[in-house]
Every structure is written in C-alpha cells, then in structure tokens.
C-alpha cells in the first residue's frame, strides 16, 4: 500500500478506516486532490487586506463607502481554521523535514460519535463543515507520514501477506489469521534487534498496528491462539512509551502523538469489544 495514493474520504473507504493522504486545503470530510511531493506542496493563503488609499472627496461632497472593509469580512468558522492551522504547519514541517511525505486520516469527522462503525456509510459530499465546533475540530487526529513511517507501512504488508501483498487474495479466510499471527513473530524480532532506535520502533509498531486495523478479518475469523499477539502487541507498545520520551521517539506531539494514541484507543476498542470466545485476550497498551 502506498499511502500517498488513497482517497481520504472516511465515508467511502469500505476496506479501511484509515485514509492517508497529502492535504493541502483538504477536509477530514473531503476528497482530496491528487498528490503532490512536499517539495509541490506550497499553502498559499489569502489574507483580507484593507484598502489604504485616501478616498477623501476634494469637491466636499459624502462618501458613503467606508474603506475599512472589516466589517464585510466573514469570520472563519472552526472547520477552516483548524485546517490554516494544520496545513501551516504541515508547511513548515516540509520545509524542516526532508523526510516528509503526506499525512494519514486516524479520526475523521464522521467518526467523533465513539460508538459510530469503523465502516462508514456513503453520505452526501456536499456537507456544510461550518456546522462543526471547535471542540469537534480538536478531536480530529492525524498523523504526520514520513518517509520510513510510509515504508513501513508497506514492508508490514509483505510480511502479512508475503508474495501475495498486491493481490490479497486470502484476506477473507481463515487462514489469513495464520498469516497474521506468524507475522508478530517476525514484528517482534525486529523489534528486539540492538540497532533498532526508539523511532523506528515506533513506526515498525504503528505501520503494523495500523495494517492489522486495516485488514482486521483475522479477529472475526481465527481459531483461538490470537491473545498471544494481542497481549505481545500491547506490551510492545506500553515499553515503548514509558522508556522513551517525545524527542528519543522524533514525533511531533502536535498530530503524531495524539494520532498514534488514537489509533492505540480505536485498536483496542475493537478488540476488548469482542466476545470472550474469540480468545484474543485485552489489548494494554497503557
């Protein structure tokens, strides 16, 4: 999967829930523009200047046009302001990072309800975002993509699905969950490796976390055994985060963070919710 290429539209994305994208004027609702490279991706915002010329009138006569034209100008509403802030950002974060590649779409805003399906339903694209709170806005996650976050996300899908990565073929049978759980044994050796740095534990783990959200067949359909990765994924997880701190992890604690976290809560909501039968045990990650 290369992220940069899907379409991030919660609503229409049937497979996953999870859209990566590269956003410049781009709605957590909206279909976004085709890609560019960071080095393409330029925010150009328009700023509401006032006119400074003198219109005093020599014949003495009344103007009735104020030059002061704030008045006129609309207010921006949360939805819009939210999005300056993050594509202010991402423009920055370009320019620091060569690295950079786009973001990926954890919590659009069709999924603010906690009890809304990871699928979502066709809704109308026309929708009026100004209808949206700064408090809803703030709930939206992202996560910045960088270039090994981007391959990794890959690499987990040729170590899930081996020479079938581009077909997917068994994603809808039982023995894709032998897949999965053969997967972790590979996850966790790389993890253990003693060149392994706390920032590429961190993407190896959220690119597999991530995929295991994305193609989650294996959680309805396995025949037991499953909790032993559930259990050694959320341990992974909770030794990350309590060894390391922001700058050991090079994430940035404005979107990363909070949408890694988000990703964890949505992981485990999904697991911890499902029947005791299904033995996939509890994902701790915390």
Known sequence: MMPLNNDDNPRKRKQSSISTTTPTTSSPTGTIPSTTTSKERVVVQTDNTTNTNDTTNTNDTTNTNDTT??????????HDIYMDNLNSFLTDYAKKHDDYKGTMLIRGLNQLNDDEEDEIEDDDDDEDNSRYTMEQMQQVRYIIMTTDRNNQIEEMENIIFGSQANIKMELFNTSFSYKVMDSWYEVKSRLQRKNASPSQKLDILFAYTCTLLNFDTWIHDNEGGMDVLVKGLGAAWKRLLKN????????????TKPGVKELLRRFGRKINAMEDYYDLGKFQYE
Not at 69 to 78: F, L, M, Q, Y
Not at 250 to 255: A, I, K, N
């Open 69 to 78: 034209n704030n008045k006129d100008v609309e207010t921006k509403c949360p």
């Open 244 to 255: 390391y701190n922001d700058e050991a992890l090079q994430w940035d604690v404005e979107y």
